[in-house]
């Protein structure tokens, strides 16, 4: 079975700071791909980024960086600099084939 | 190109009524996922189609649940018999062909259930 664990519920920080999210995903599937959403107040499910299991290289797009490492089955996310418009709260998501399985989210508050 | 539409965006209904929801997805893309989203957790699968195909159905979906995508287009979700605990946000999303495996997802559908 599959498995997301989003040990953060929620996490507050000052504009300006850097946080980082963290996201452990357990599966026996050789091939697999995460993802990130982010879920603003108004509730819509914004893709950031999907990563497959064969790419363990890092990644950076602006503020926002994905660190994926196969050996500890962790896809942590971090985001420079943070931003009031940051405030949102943040899936991880994995899945092989048709379906995604999603963690319970964190609950990312930036305040100015 | 426009997102994945839901309608409507909230229902709000009395228990042991049937409601029915509907998502369009962006065009061309062939496959169409509901999920199910309660207060403080994070969505989980329903059931997804491709094309007209109807592929995966979670256990989540009971009897009372029905999906069809009659055309490989436009989807519906019907609930017969609504609960309490039916009580949700139902989402739905639409992925391209090919190799391409990132779900989009639209607003959702917010459901009430008194």
């Known amino acids: 079975a599959q498995k997301v664990t989003q040990a953060q519920t929620e996490i507050s920080v000052v504009e300006k700071e850097d946080v980082t999210l963290d996201c452990v995903y357990e599966?026996?599937?050789?091939?697999?791909?995460l993802f990130w959403y982010k879920q603003p107040p108004s509730g819509e499910l914004v893709f950031l980024i999907r990563?497959?299991?064969?790419?363990?290289q890092n990644e950076i797009s602006g503020r926002y960086s994905w660190n994926f490492q196969k050996s500890t089955s962790s896809f942590n996310f971090t985001i420079t600099a943070s931003q009031v418009v940051d405030s949102a709260v943040y899936f991880c998501?994995?899945?092989?084939?048709?379906?995604?399985?999603f963690g319970k989210g964190t609950k990312l508050s930036v305040k100015p | 190109d426009t997102g994945v539409s839901q309608d409507p965006r909230h229902k709000i209904t009395k228990r042991g009524q049937n409601v029915t929801f509907r998502c369009d997805p962006i065009?061309?893309?062939?496959?169409l996922y509901w999920y199910r989203q309660t207060l403080g957790q994070g969505p989980e699968f329903l059931t997804y189609?491709?094309?007209?195909?109807?592929?995966?159905k979670s256990r989540l979906l009971s009897d009372r649940f029905s999906a069809e995508r009659p055309k490989g287009s436009f989807s519906t979700l019907e609930i017969q018999r609504t609960e309490q605990g039916d009580s949700a946000m139902y989402l739905c999303?639409?992925?391209?062909?090919?190799?391409?495996?990132?779900?989009?997802f639209g607003a959702g559908t917010r459901l009430s259930v008194l």
């Open positions: 999303a639409s992925s391209s062909p090919v190799g391409e495996t990132i779900q989009y």
């Open positions: 599966t026996r599937d050789t091939t697999y791909y």
């Open positions: 990563r497959n299991s064969f790419d363990e």
């Open positions: 998501a994995g899945g092989s084939q048709g379906n995604l399985i």
């Open positions: 065009s061309e893309h062939n496959r």
């Open positions: 189609f491709q094309n007209e195909a109807q592929l995966e």
